[in-house]
């Protein structure tokens, strides 16, 4: 009986069930060549009269004839879980599932057996594909490089260096010419030459010469290197003259002032390729937590940096210490890492400007960016 | 995830469950029936009723106290899924499935050090515990601590080997350590149990494309973009790949190529901005 419908009238029959399962094990030769059906009937049968062990075998001679019913594999759970062999009921119940996902009795076998631990069943040794036997090796080679403690402290080991602006988008320029995207790719640079100096902590150039990219790109930079941290280096301008000093940004879900958040309103309007999401009453999203608690202790861990940096800077270089800001950046929020952004100085007065053309301040700009991954 | 597996669900016919105890175990079962069916259809608000009567009843019921929290909490009720979980810890504190829901439950509420001592305390009681190995490496994860990470996921991945989330945040960390091989091979393990992982794809491009195969890589995202047109990733990937070779050729003085290419990237992200910039200043020469 292969048709499902006809199955199901027939599993409300139980009675009746158990009288032609018991009818076919007292007189199996009465019938001609048995069926997958026939056997899962006898299991039935067995296991209403509590023969599990019977039950197992007949349940797995109609398994062997018929590997898509789910009935029988329901009824083997059963059999199994009669026996007390969870682990085994455990896997007959969840083929019975995903055989037929509307088999509520086996779902909830599963839910009741699973809520404490199921002892674990033995796995079968095959051979190795020829990727596996690579990844084998790749990774005993790499356990032996790698030592990894147990804490839960933000690690980073890469990062993502973007120098702010390039080719047709000059940035800020100062009284004197000075042009913010040169500034900026030859710090980047510089901090790339530091770290590999020290060579604890690699690092990657969102660009290397003098070039547009837009921002959507450099994200996709810190995400292709699979970042750690992702720093955007910029320096700053303003119409009064006089404004200097450092700042730094970062991403979070509340912009700390109102500047901020017009900054970021200004970023986000480019973007609008994500829906918003929508929240399903009535199902709980297991990835959906996972991803916003991830977010979420990026934009900390963002904000965590932005603090030491910003510390770094107020000790480290004569600029005046602007502070700490946060704002909801579109294009930070789905960066795979922390992510900040450091303006230093201000191109636009003319002190900042002259200090910001020698190479002994930069590099002392370097120290202090360095000092903060420390 | 086994969980998540669970949590959706439909009806059909209702068999017997036996019970040593009588008359109120039977009364018990059949409102734990009658709720779990409720649930499974999606009536949460009757199958509440059952378990609450059926906790009345029985009130030390772990089945339906886990029940009860998985429901407040699709309710959004988390802090009175929360006083479930936590009731049948006192119950039973083997039951890992409470103890599970506990740490998720941390995890919503951003707390992560709570959330991770309750996945340790699972694994302490149930060493074959996927799920709570999954969170632990998830959590390591996170912390961008891929060799823990690795570890833990190994564990849920051998517990488990069905879950494509296990095989693709395993993929993850294995790419952050730069062992390409591993994270290839549990790409393509997550993609064997679902096809349409769209993340696994992008992953694999990136392998491709860090070791200069970029047509392999463009190849890749292209299979996620038939997936899903609207894939933010997949479109900022492509028009990365593109505006490089773009630039590539800009930099061998071959402006046709260069063109070309470019022409690409406005076809996948219509608004780059370098694209168009560049391609109005070359396209006349
Ligand atoms: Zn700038």
Redesign the interface.
Known sequence: MKNSTDR?LF??W?GWGILAGSALSFFPSLVWAKTAFDYALEGQGLIASKEYRKACKALQKAIHLDPTSDWAYGLLGRAYYGLGEKAKAVEAFRKAVRL??????S??M???I???????LE?KERPLAP??Q??K???EA??NR?????????????IVIDAGHG??DPGAVGPTGLKEKDVTLDLAWRLQRRLSDIGKIKSFLTRTQD????L??R???A????A?LFISIHINANNNPKAHGSETYYCSEKASSKEAARVAAFENS?LK???PFKKK???????E??F???Q??YWNESGRFARTFQKRFRTALPLKDRGVHSANFFVLR?AK?PSILLEIGFISNSDDEARLKRGKFREKIVDAVVKGLS | ????F????????????ASPKFAKALDVNDL??RG??YH?K?D?DHAIKQFREAVRIEPEN??AH?QLG?LY????RFKEAFLEFQKVVEI?H?????LLWLG?LY??E?D??RA?DKFQEIVR??P??ADAYYFLG???N???????AI?YLKKAR??DSDEP?THYRLA?AF???D????A??EY?KTLELKPNYTKAINGIG?IY??QGRIDMAIKEWKKTLAINP?D??A???L??AY?DLA?KALREKDIKRAVFYWKETLAI?P????AL??LKRYKSR
């Open positions: 199901r599993l409300n139980i037929n996902p509307a088999d509520t009795y779902r909830m599963i839910e009741i699973t809520q404490k631990p199921v002892p674990r796995k990727l596996e690579e990844a090796a790749e990774e790499m356990l790698v030592r990894s403690t147990g804490s839960l402290t933000y690690q980073v080991n890469r080719g047709f070039y547009y990219i837009p959507s790109d994200t996709v930079i995400n292709q290197h699979q750690d480019v390729y994500d829906k009453l009535g199902y709980i999203d297991i990835e937590i996972l916003r608690f991830e979420r202790m789905r890492m | 995830m086994i969980l998540r669970l949590a959706t669900v439909t009806l059909i016919p209702l068999l017997c469950f734990i029936f779990a069916d499974y999606g949460l772990e089945y886990n998985i909490a699709k309710k959004g039973d083997q039951n890992t499935y409470a998720i995890l919503r951003n992560l050090k991770f009681i149930d074959n515990n998830t959590i390591y996170f912390r961008h601590n891929p060799a823990k570890e051998d517990a989330d993850r790419h952050n350590l062992m390409t091989s591993n290839l091979l393509q990136w494309y860090n609207r933010r990733d479109i900022f990937n028009t990365k505006n630039w992200n608004k780059n901005k370098a910039y560049y």
